[in-house]
């Protein structure tokens, strides 16, 4: 009887338990909330209410496409230049404000969370540790300088040329998507000089210029914000065998192919050493392991293919857009001629003042990483971090973005969000430079820019000077996303080329 009795009794106490546990999780998250809505450090600072109980609001706001527009009108509408988007977190646009956190001498420290999200621990970009950083930074610094560019420019110059034979081969039947044509190029680029070795992206398809590469980056970056959002399951990824994950994952199985080249041309490196004419990363990586090498490699890689393409794709978009400034380019750019090899000198062509113009004005407008960078307050300044007047206290983690500082009418006149090469060439135009945070700025500020300006720079002159350049009488501006870095929706940005005589 009593054996019979007990069922019952131990259900009633499994539901009481659990009706309790529901009641407690429930009650935990009323407290939480109204803590962080009226009781937390940064409940002073205007925002949506929502932004301010959970990070949810954030990661659909990054979802919808370009969060810097949502945010722009935020702080419009709230009248602030501190405007809550998470529980902890503020997107400042007070332009001022930028060189304090983005430093040289007492940079803010990177937010771990955000950057630990993009599974590149350790890398000099993901990297939070200062010592750590300046100590991965001193190892490639000479590879990233101006001289070590100009060991690389050879390598620029030949997959331009192999770009332009297929834009020859195929101009005449078909409109070049640009987009993926550079992004082709770049990332061959960047190959060479992190792997030494190529995919040959660029003659990969007959009739366009799409790449397995290109779509393996492509699979992985439309879920760059869900990996920020819910980090446990980057984790648990990662702790899972390859063959387990290609099958839960589809995206991620076509991005361990990327990760198998690299590790392929490691392997080729080991055994063979550098075998090019110009240096490349793993020259310089010799004090680490193999796994960091990859990790670092990876990095470089990541870092500089779309970001570039994704610059000059707006060079065209805008440039294309506008005769007068086309046709001003096309003339300053016959001042120069190709040498006996058939290139045209970075050295030379830089000596072209309208073409470093327009270069560092599609860097303005066309910036590849528009979005937030955030950073921790410290607790060691020796003033108080203000902001509208009010404090921000140390710990909170805080955001500028590139898209903040270049469509600031206080920094760039009332033409801020047009493109406007003339503005580089005033009399005052070197004080511009300083508001430009393409690469960021300080400690922090990517290594790759003098890469970029080179690729940019070079790119842009052999195309308006051997191409008569259009838009086709239908073209559509094409849809941009933030995925952290800037993408083009397809069709990518299709472009008329015809042969210059």
Request: a neutral charge; hydrophobic letters at 40%; aromatic letters at 10%.
């Amino acid at each position: 009887m009593a054996d019979g009795l007990g069922v019952p009794v131990l259900k009633t106490q499994g539901a009481s338990i659990l009706i309790t546990l529901v009641i407690g999780i429930g009650t935990l998250h009323i407290v939480r909330s109204i803590y962080r809505r009226h009781f937390h450090p940064l409940s002073q600072f205007s925002g949506p209410p929502e932004a301010a109980l959970s990070t949810k609001w954030l990661y659909k706001t990054n979802q919808a496409g370009f969060p810097e527009h949502e945010f722009e009108r935020l702080h419009e509408k709230y009248q602030t230049k501190a405007l809550r988007i998470a529980p902890n977190e503020l997107h400042l646009s007070d332009v001022h404000q930028y060189k304090v956190i983005y430093s040289q001498s007492k940079p803010f420290l990177k937010d771990p969370p955000f950057y630990s999200s993009f599974n590149i621990d350790h890398s000099l970009f993901a990297e939070t540790d200062p010592a750590l950083h300046k100590e991965r930074r001193k190892m490639l610094n000479p590879l990233f300088s101006r001289a070590g560019i100009f060991k690389l420019e050879g390598v620029i110059h030949t997959k331009a040329g192999i770009m332009m034979k297929k834009i020859d081969r195929l101009r005449e039947k078909h409109l070049i998507n640009v987009y993926d044509a550079f992004r082709c190029l770049t990332t061959e680029v960047i190959m060479e000089f992190a792997f030494a070795r190529s995919a040959n992206m660029l003659e990969e398809e007959e009739s366009t210029f799409d790449s397995w590469f290109l779509r393996a980056f492509d699979s992985v970056a439309s879920d760059i914000w869900t990996a920020h959002e819910w980090p446990v399951l980057r984790r648990i990824g990662s702790c899972l065998p390859k063959s387990i994950v290609k099958i839960m994952n589809k995206k991620v199985a076509s991005f361990f192919e990327v990760i198998n080249f690299a590790e392929s041309c490691m392997n080729y490196y080991e055994k063979h050493g550098n075998t090019t004419s110009h240096p490349v990363v793993f020259d310089h990586l010799t004090s680490l392991s193999y796994p960091q090498k990859i990790t670092e490699a990876m990095d470089i890689l990541i870092a500089g293919a779309d970001t570039t393409a994704s610059t000059l794709t707006a060079a065209l978009l805008h440039i294309l857009a506008d005769k007068k400034i086309q046709t001003k380019l096309v003339q300053a750019l016959q001042s120069v001629q190709p040498n006996e090899q058939g290139i045209l000198p970075l050295m030379e062509l830089e000596k072209i003042g309208y073409l470093t113009a327009c270069v560092k004005e599609s860097l303005r407008v066309g910036m590849p990483v528009p979005g937030r960078l955030p950073r921790i307050v410290p607790d060691n300044l020796a003033q108080p971090f203000t902001v509208d007047g009010k404090i921000i206290p140390p710990g909170a983690v805080i955001s500028m973005s590139a898209y903040t500082m270049h469509y600031s009418e206080e920094l760039w006149g009332s033409d801020a969000r047009s493109f406007n090469p003339e503005r580089w060439l005033q009399p005052d135009s070197k004080n511009l430079d300083q508001y430009l945070c393409t690469f960021s700025k300080g400690a922090r500020m990517c290594i790759g820019q003098n890469v970029a300006f080179a690729e940019i720079t070079i790119v842009m002159a052999y195309i308006f000077q051997n191409y008569k350049l259009s838009l086709p009488s239908d073209f559509q501006r094409p849809k941009q996303k933030d995925l952290f870095t800037m993408e083009y929706g397809k069709p990518g940005l299709p472009v008329k080329f015809e042969a210059v005589n």
